[in-house]
């Protein structure tokens, strides 16, 4: 069985700074990996997806993210955050050999101070 | 705007009620899912559909059950309502549904209250 932990549930950070928000996973098989945004009152975006390939995955909005299979992590990052980036972050999971269900994480809060 | 639409926005039902959520995928995809977001168990998939057919199933209780019409669009049915299953409904859709790398487009969501 797959399962994602997000180990930071809020995490506030001044306009322009840099951020990181963290994802690992557990799984006994191989895995596609993905991170949504949910901004208020909307449904999810997917921001970027690692599938194969580079491990360093660039995504919209100026996000990007690294696959670290060796420490089963998958962490987000943007160098500058702005305001409009305040929202919900899940990072996800899926099996690569079936038509699965996708596993979410349990959902980071980024929260940009002006 | 994903292209997905879901109606309705939100509904208000009582225990033991049933109601029929509708979701539209974007124009020309095959595969629809569906996905359940609460405080307690965060997002959880439901069931996905292709092209008229189940694909995958996830967490979805017994009393849900779900759909796909010859016109793609899908309902999803709650039966014998409690109120643990007040939440945050969401449909995806995808271009085609064999693989899981498909990226899904969400639509806005019917939110689910049961008193």
């Known amino acids: 069985a797959q399962s994602v932990t997000q180990l930071d549930s809020q995490v506030p950070v001044f306009e322009e700074a840099p951020v990181e928000l963290r994802c690992n996973y557990s799984?006994?098989?191989?895995?596609?990996l993905f991170w949504y945004v949910q901004y208020p009152n909307q449904g999810l975006q997917l921001l970027l997806k690692?599938?194969?390939?580079?491990?360093l995955v660039k995504g919209i909005n100026g996000f990007e993210a690294e696959f670290n299979k060796s420490q089963t992590s998958f962490h987000l990052r943007k160098p500058s955050v702005h305001i409009s980036d305040t929202a919900e972050y899940f990072c996800?999971?899926?099996?690569?050999?079936?038509?699965?269900?996708?596993?979410f994480g349990p959902g980071t809060s980024l929260s940009v101070i002006p | 705007d994903s292209g997905v639409t879901q109606t309705p926005k939100h509904l208000i039902t009582a225990t033991g009620q049933r109601v029929t959520l509708r979701c539209s995928p974007r124009?020309?995809?095959?595969?629809v899912y569906w996905y359940q977001q609460s405080l307690d168990q965060g997002l959880q998939f439901l069931i996905q559909?292709?092209?008229?057919?189940?694909?995958a199933k996830g967490n979805i209780l017994e009393r849900f059950s779900a759909q796909q019409f010859p016109d793609l669009h899908s309902e999803l049915n709650l039966s014998s309502l409690e109120l643990g299953d007040s939440a945050l409904y969401f449909c995806?859709?995808?271009?085609?549904?064999?693989?899981?790398?498909?990226?899904?487009?969400f639509g806005p969501g019917t939110r689910l209250t049961v008193l």
């Open positions: 799984s006994s098989v191989s895995v596609y």
């Open positions: 690692y599938l194969s390939g580079s491990t």
């Open positions: 124009s020309g995809d095959l595969s």
């Open positions: 559909y292709y092209n008229g057919e189940e694909r």
């Open positions: 995806a859709s995808s271009v085609a549904g064999g693989t899981n790398t498909d990226t899904q487009y």
């Open positions: 996800a999971v899926t099996m690569k050999t079936s038509y699965d269900k996708v596993i």
